[in-house]
């Protein structure tokens, strides 16, 4: 548990950004998840996958249907909480995509760095470097 102090959402800039969303982000649930760039489609991000640095925390979801397209924007500069599965990272220790919207501890140098631990409810609080 972390306490009393807790970063989400916390935005270190204004540096949102719309980019269309590939098919591993369905709907709404999605929101507030992990996401990286999906290298096969310009301007496109997908839920971060096993292995994947991740680009920002997804901050919205928009369907649009009638285009043919969905749309979201990403927030690549914030504190926030993701939850982690598998052996939980530690403090200041780097972590990547997991796959289904989870990450998991980095042997190496990455974008978001941990400054939280929270095991019983399998999260971490991260900053975005």
Same mark, same amino acid.
């Given at each position: 548990m972390y306490n009393k102090i807790r970063h989400q959402g916390i935005r270190t800039e204004s540096a949102n950004?719309?980019?269309?969303?590939?098919?591993t982000?369905?709907?709404?649930? &999605?929101?507030? #998840?992990p996401v990286s760039l999906d290298p096969t489609a310009n301007f496109t991000v997908g839920l971060s996958q096993d292995g994947e640095d991740i680009l920002g925390y997804l901050e919205s979801f928009e369907d649009r249907s009638? &285009?043919?397209? #969905?749309?979201?924007a990403v927030s690549p500069k914030i504190y926030t909480n993701f939850k982690y599965t598998g052996v939980a990272?530690?403090?200041g220790q780097w972590i990547v995509g997991a796959g289904g919207g989870f990450v998991k501890a980095s042997a190496t140098r990455a974008r978001a760095l941990v400054e939280a631990v929270d095991t019983d409810n399998e999260e971490v609080s991260v900053t975005f470097m």
């Open positions: 950004a719309t980019f269309f969303l590939n098919d982000i369905t709907s709404l649930a &999605d929101v507030g #998840k009638q &285009d043919g397209i #969905k749309t979201g990272p530690v403090i």
